[in-house]
């Protein structure tokens, strides 16, 4: 079988279009509505354990191959094990057969929101997981066995590496190897790729997290700054991202992979990183298995989540001491752009930016909400920004004193020319 997920805002347009398929039957789930409109009324029930989630929607398609059999009763059992397996135990969801292609397959629609907590569903490694389910789903009702994701964009290990890993393992079995055979580090290098990259992160993130795990990541652009090419190096050996596979190339990332890149948000980050690399973390390189969730290179993750949440920590506080100040600029001049020797400073709409003018790097885009300047956009301040601008509130004031004196001053001439 083959999975395919995806997270949405909307219940009623997805219902919807589900049920108006030619050949579209509600067969499952766990929910009283018969029809679009009714079961989107009852996804609203999830929706206000906890307003302030956008996504809710969860979207799941499972397909089986042209030559599997399956009735509607086997359908809905593994739509409820795959939904059971995945997390959601405590979750609304529908299913829907359909037959309007070549390929017999269902559509899953739920909630996202657990009943018994009100939390989301925890969605990291979901598509390691998935692919996980569906192939013990497939053995259990002897299905037709697919090939995963992963092995048909990977580019496979030559024969000659297989050989010696086989003689390596019998040398192991008896006794004559004091350790297992390795993985060749072409297949390390896709393991680390293909789990720093199931939480779909943003192209400068995994860029960051394969620095951090030894990984030096070698990217190119064309004379106008537009990004073109990846490759990598790995314990001295080099792989252009054609070899390790099509989903390892830059477009193969963003399109199997689902990185996130956008050129105006990530160039200018990634030539940073390129030219200030972060350092590695001393991890065991053994590849991480999915029965071994605990390995060395998962606790390098959680290590970088813990590194990149005390960073935000000192990003927010930052954010909090600059902001008052650069909005007092603006405030202080009477103007919705000001542009100083070192830095400028603007409103966009409601959101504040400060731009750094020697490379145009963004330091800060936020926005004030109730107590506190929010981030839209993650902030890049250093101590030195934040001591140059605690330096100027002495001169943002003494500015603001002469303009209120200008204005009383001008108060009173108007009231002396009123009388």
């Known amino acids: 079988m083959i999975g395919k997920q995806k997270k949405g805002r909307g219940f009623r347009g997805l219902l919807d279009y589900l049920e108006s398929s030619p050949g579209s039957r509600l067969i499952g789930g766990n929910m009283s509505g018969r029809n679009a409109l009714e079961l989107a009324r009852e996804f609203k029930l999830s929706r206000q354990l906890n307003p302030e989630?956008?996504?809710a929607v969860y979207h799941v398609s499972l397909s089986a191959a042209k030559s599997d059999r399956l009735d509607d009763d086997q359908w809905c059992e593994i739509a409820n094990k795959y939904m059971e397996q995945m997390g959601f135990d405590s979750?609304?969801?529908a299913t829907y057969r359909h037959n309007n292609t070549d390929d017999d397959h269902i559509h899953i629609v739920a909630s996202r929101i657990r009943f018994d907590t009100s939390l989301v569903v925890n969605d990291s490694w979901d598509y390691v997981r998935s692919e996980k389910v569906l192939r013990e789903l497939e053995k259990e009702y002897g299905l037709t066995q697919v090939q995963g994701s992963r092995e048909k964009l990977a580019r496979t290990t030559s024969t000659g590496q297989i050989r010696r890993m086989r003689r390596e393992q019998q040398e192991y079995e008896n006794g004559k190897r004091a350790t297992p055979p390795e993985l060749p580090i072409k297949e390390k290098l896709q393991e680390l790729i293909d789990h720093a990259t199931t939480d779909h992160p943003t192209m400068p993130q995994l860029i960051?997290?394969?620095q951090l795990l030894g990984v030096e990541v070698r990217h190119g652009f064309t004379r106008n700054g537009k990004s073109k090419g990846i490759s990598y190096l790995m314990d001295g050996q080099a792989f252009s991202g054609s070899q390790l596979g099509s989903a390892?190339?830059?477009?193969?990332l963003q399109k199997h992979k689902a990185v996130d890149y956008k050129f105006e948000r990530d160039d200018l980050k990634i030539q940073q990183q390129l030219l200030n690399p972060v350092k590695p973390i001393q991890i065991n390189q053994h590849p991480l298995?999915?029965?071994?969730?605990?390995t060395a290179l998962a606790t390098a993750f959680r290590e970088t989540a813990f590194r990149k949440d005390d960073n935000e920590k000192i990003q927010f506080e930052r954010t909090q001491i600059v902001a008052p100040i650069i909005?007092?600029?603006?405030?202080a001049t009477g103007t919705t752009r000001f542009e100083g020797e070192k830095h400028t400073v603007y409103w966009e709409l409601d959101q504040l930016v400060l731009v750094r003018n020697s490379d145009r790097a963004q330091l800060i885009r936020a926005r004030y909400k109730e107590s506190h300047w929010e981030q839209t956009e993650r902030s890049q301040l250093t101590d030195s920004v934040v001591q140059h601008f605690q330096q100027l509130i002495p001169k943002i004031e003494s500015a603001r004193s002469k303009q209120l004196e200008?204005?009383?001053s001008s108060e009173n001439r108007h009231q002396g020319l009123s009388r």
């Open 53 to 55: 989630v956008e996504r």
């Open 91 to 93: 979750n609304q969801f």
């Open 208 to 210: 960051e997290r394969l």
């Open 248 to 252: 390892y190339t830059f477009p193969g």
């Open 289 to 294: 298995k999915d029965d071994q969730p605990d």
């Open 327 to 331: 909005a007092g600029i603006l405030e």
């Open 406 to 408: 200008k204005e009383k």
